[in-house]
């Protein structure tokens, strides 16, 4: 490690205390990895337990000139919480009120999502976001990567659900927006250049119908490609603005320190059915008789999916699983009745959709298996892998009436680049698919992952009008990709905001926004074989809040 880090360090220890750094080389390797396939040393890890130290911690960066990355979870897929400079891991922001009606939530960033969902349950209600990570994962990680999942489509996510948000700019300005008019005048006042910056930026984008036409476009499916741009068209005031493109920031424009969300209806009653097709065709032309019944989710899984699953969880299935093609669907009710009711219904929909197979869940216990299934695919798929590969998981949207072409095109293409072990699953009712495959990191196999990505890029943005993250975030795997998913003005515009509220590029350097095409090809992680059973783990993080090592 450089001397000029060690001292840098020590200043930092100085500062927050020594307990809080480290350069030790077992924490800066045990931090080196989030859930994608990338892997960065840090030269620093810092713990940052309250807005004293995050703003102690901003002023430090500035002065050392050492960017920094915050780390809540570590379970992205993009490599947006990996750096070789300062890593921020997060504790202890775990405020939660909730008020008496459990209309909305508010909750610091490091509780975990699932645990918020827990203290929500009685009240019959959940927060909007839905990532499968939910357990894993934390409201600053959710909120920062505006992540989503099987219920939740656009309506629901963190940026059309975020009521209020306490932020830290990265010049250590703290802003509540709990109270909007007492931030927007907080904000003139203390940040009068980020606060005419916004303005300028607002008019702008008002003022130029083509780019206020391209941000409606792109925003219209299931899209977390760079900034949530569509803020400066949806909201007046600049502190209104300013809290919904922290939103799907990734941590590159300031801290979240809590969030208010607005929470939503869970009804008790579910309806919960696998459906089996013949073909992946088959079940995509069946997508639209579910939506048109109101199903709240509709899981798609390919062959590959079924097999993995069948190899590595199908033990817990309690039918026989479909081989070829399946659906999960589920509908929510606040009667039983209107429950049972839907399961005749979907009975008679199977039939009508030429599904080979349905298998309705009878109980909780057995509605609670078919989704452990779908939501085991992949790490079933991971733990299927080859030794000394990492698992590659990507995220595209398509517009729905296109799905069954697309996700034909996709597995042609993923045949033609040889990722022929490649699964696709994922959220059919939002036409946002997940394709999982494995990569070494031999430079042959990088360089074609390379090439396959140009196609990727091609086939969802030029052919299929898609998007490149639905909902995993840019990162550093899709940053070279920006400007082809949402052209030449809305980068630019993307980068002026940049420039605004960090001028020196000091949060998350090379995420979201990378001068540097061939970022997605760097650092990707090695993983030497080590024993049978450890080679399975595809380090999604999900153990790490009961890990002893990462208290
Ligand atoms: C098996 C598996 C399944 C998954 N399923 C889904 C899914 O269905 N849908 C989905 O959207 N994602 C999914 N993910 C990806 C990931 O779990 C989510 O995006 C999650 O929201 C990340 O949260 P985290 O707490 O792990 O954040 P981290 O990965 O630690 O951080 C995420 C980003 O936010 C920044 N950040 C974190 N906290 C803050 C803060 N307080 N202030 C500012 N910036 C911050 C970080 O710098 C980073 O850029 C899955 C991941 C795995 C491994
Ligand atoms: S051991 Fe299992 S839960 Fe833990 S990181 Fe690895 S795959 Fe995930």
């Not at 009975?347 to 109980?363: E, H, I, M, P």
Request: with cysteine; aromatic share 6%; hydrophobic share 45%.
């Amino acid at each position: 490690m450089a001397a000029l880090a060690e001292h840098a360090a020590s200043r930092l220890a100085d500062a927050l205390g020594p307990a809080k750094v480290s350069t030790d080389l077992l924490d800066r390797i045990a931090y080196s990895c989030d859930a994608s396939l990338y892997q960065l040393v840090p030269e620093i890890v810092v713990r940052a337990e309250s807005i004293a130290d995050v703003i102690e911690l901003f002023a430090w960066s500035r002065r050392e000139r050492i960017p920094l990355t915050f780390r809540a979870a570590g379970t992205s897929l993009s490599g947006q919480a990996v750096t070789n400079h300062a890593l921020v891991v997060l504790r202890g922001f775990d405020c939660l009120h909730i008020p008496s009606n459990g209309q909305a939530v508010r909750a610091g960033c490091t509780l975990r999502g699932g645990y918020v969902n827990g203290r929500l349950r009685s009240y019959h209600r959940r927060i909007g976001p839905d990532p499968a990570s939910i357990d894993a994962c934390t409201i600053g990680g959710i909120v920062a990567n505006n992540a989503s999942g099987m219920c939740c489509g656009i309506a629901q996510n963190a940026y059309h659900t975020l009521v209020a948000m306490r932020l830290v700019l990265p010049s250590g300005t703290v802003l509540d927006t709990s109270d909007l008019e007492a931030a927007d005048q907080l904000l003139a006042e203390r940040e009068p250049a980020v606060y005419a910056g916004l303005c300028a930026l607002r008019d702008q984008v008002r003022g130029d119908a083509e780019l206020a036409r391209i941000i409606r476009h792109r925003t219209r499916l299931k899209n977390t490609m760079g900034y949530s741009i569509a803020a400066f068209l949806d909201f007046e005031r600049p502190a209104d603005i300013l809290q919904h493109l922290l939103v799907g920031s990734e941590g590159t424009l300031g801290f979240i320190a809590d969030v208010t969300l607005r929470t939503i209806d869970e009804p008790p009653h579910a309806t919960t059915a696998l459906l089996g097709y013949r073909s992946l065709h088959d079940a995509c032309a069946a997508v639209d008789a579910f939506d048109a019944e109101g199903a709240v989710a509709i899981e798609l899984m390919d062959q590959a999916t079924l097999a993995a699953i069948a190899l590595h969880a199908g033990g817990r299935a309690f039918a026989p699983l479909p081989r070829t093609a399946a659906l999960l669907v589920e509908f929510r009710y606040d009667d039983a009745e209107q429950s049972a009711a839907m399961s005749s219904r979907v009975t008679t929909l199977a039939q009508k959709t030429a599904a080979t197979s349905l298998t309705l869940a009878a109980s909780d216990r057995e509605r609670h298996l078919l989704w452990q299934l779908r939501k085991g695919a992949m790490p079933s798929v991971g733990a299927a892998r080859p030794p000394e590969t990492a698992l590659i998981n990507e995220d595209v949207a398509f517009p729905r009436q296109h799905l069954a072409a697309a996700v034909h095109d996709l597995r042609s293409l993923l045949l033609e680049f040889c990722f022929s072990d490649a699964v696709i699953f994922g959220h059919a009712r939002d036409g946002n698919m997940h394709f999982a495959f494995a990569l070494d990191a031999a430079e042959h196999s990088i360089e074609r992952y390379g090439r396959f990505m140009d196609e990727v890029a091609a086939l969802v943005v030029e052919r299929y009008d898609g998007s490149l993250k639905a909902e995993h975030s840019t990162g550093r795997n899709m940053a070279p990709y920006l400007e082809r998913q949402w052209g030449e003005r809305a980068t630019a515009l993307m980068w002026q905001l940049k420039e605004l509220l960090d001028p020196d590029r000091l949060l998350n350097r090379d995420v979201l926004l990378s001068r540097d095409q061939r970022i997605h090809l760097r650092n990707i992680k090695q993983l030497p074989s080590v024993h049978h059973s450890i080679d399975r783990c595809i380090e999604c993080g999900f153990c790490e809040r009961a890990c002893p090592s990462v208290a």
